[in-house]
């Protein structure tokens, strides 16, 4: 039969507020773990990446956080503007079996920021 | 112009049909991907090549396929199409660091299959 898509989380933010998006991870042996941002009609482009050797990483805006105790990820977005607005989408990739290296990409969390 | 291009970018069709999604890039990268995107389902691998004379099944490769045409083009193709492969379809390409990963993606094949 058909299949049915699920409804994406979401989060709606005040511009300017910060906005915090988490994302689960399935496997301890995954190694590299990657965010993606995806606006309405293009395709995801990389936010930033860490290593499964650093807890935090910091970019431009936004910053990162791993916990690999609770294989827990989180993108924290600083005064959060009109352009973040998109679909998020976290990825872990890690060289065990059935995974052969590749990206393993998690369902995506909707942002929606209100002037 | 886009490192990642796919052609067509919206196409409709009937069950039953041959459909043929192009990716070409500039970026250089020996690895290609095609991915599907479904409402609320992520992005779920269809096939992948790491170099020309590879090509390997991902996640959902049933009722694909794909041809590595050159190392800056990479096809997939639907040999006889059905509603449930009605999606959004992607290319990406990698550089292949065997410790990152990052993947530049295409701007995206909409397709419906009536």
């Known amino acids: 039969g058909e299949s049915v898509g699920l409804h994406l989380p979401t989060l709606s933010v005040q511009e300017g507020d910060n906005s915090i998006i988490n994302c689960a991870y399935s496997?301890?042996?995954?190694?590299?773990f990657i965010w993606y941002k995806q606006e309405s009609g293009k395709g995801p482009q990389f936010i930033i990446d860490i290593r499964s050797n650093m807890d935090k990483r910091q970019g431009q805006r936004v910053t990162v956080l791993l916990n690999k105790t609770v294989k827990h990820l989180s993108l924290q977005i600083a005064a959060t503007q009109p352009g973040d607005s998109a679909v998020y989408f976290c990825?872990?990739?890690?060289?065990?079996?059935?995974?052969?290296?590749?990206?393993?990409f998690g369902k995506g969390t909707k942002l929606s920021v209100k002037p | 112009d886009a490192d990642v291009t796919q052609t067509p970018r919206n196409r409709i069709t009937k069950t039953g049909k041959r459909i043929m999604l192009e990716c070409s890039q500039t970026k250089g990268h020996d690895r290609m991907y095609w991915y599907r995107q479904d409402p609320g389902l992520g992005l779920r691998l269809i096939y992948y090549?790491?170099?020309?004379?590879?090509?390997n099944k991902g996640e959902i490769s049933d009722g694909y396929s794909v041809s590595r045409q050159a190392q800056a083009k990479f096809s997939l193709s639907l040999e006889s199409a059905i509603p449930n492969q009605t999606a959004l379809y992607f290319c990406?390409?990698?550089?292949?660091?065997?410790?990152?990963?990052?993947?530049?993606f295409g701007e995206g094949s909409r397709l419906t299959v009536l």
């Open positions: 990406a390409t990698s550089g292949g660091s065997a410790i990152t990963g990052e993947l530049f």
């Open positions: 496997n301890s042996a995954s190694d590299y």
């Open positions: 090549s790491f170099d020309v004379k590879d090509i």
């Open positions: 990825a872990e990739k890690g060289n065990y079996g059935g995974s052969q290296g590749n990206l393993i």
